[in-house]
């Protein structure tokens, strides 16, 4: 069974930063592309950064360029979502989800709450 779980939510005020994390298991992390979400009350879902499966290739949309990394550790099958100088409208819930090899995403954690106060 392939579980995603995603911890490190929380609430901060505007300019701060917080770091998310996914823990992974029951697949084989490695030849998983990872990719974080996030869905604002009331919006779509929104693709936030990927990360291939080797760590050797990173994506990020562009509101958050320069200010969040993504990182994996395919030894500890997680991936992290370094979050800095935060604004409120990245106010939303932020889930981790997986691909084998860059294909669509097919499983996804039950996502974290994160809250930037103005």
């Known amino acids: 069974q392939v579980r995603l779980v995603e911890s490190g939510g929380g609430l901060v005020q505007a300019g701060g930063s917080l770091r998310l994390s996914c823990a992974a298991s029951?697949?084989?992390?490695?030849?998983?592309?990872m990719g974080w979400f996030r869905q604002a009350p009331g919006k779509e879902r929104e693709l936030v950064a990927t990360i291939s499966w080797t760590g050797g290739s990173t994506y990020y949309a562009d509101f958050v360029k320069g200010r969040f990394t993504i990182s994996r550790d395919n030894a500890k099958n997680t991936v992290g979502l370094q979050m800095n100088s935060l604004k409120p409208e990245a106010t939303a819930v932020y889930y981790c989800?997986?691909?084998?090899?860059?294909?669509?995403?097919?499983?996804w954690g039950q996502g974290t709450q994160v809250t930037v106060s103005s």
């Open positions: 029951g697949l084989a992390f490695s030849d998983y592309t």
């Open positions: 989800a997986a691909g084998f090899r860059g294909l669509r995403y097919v499983y």
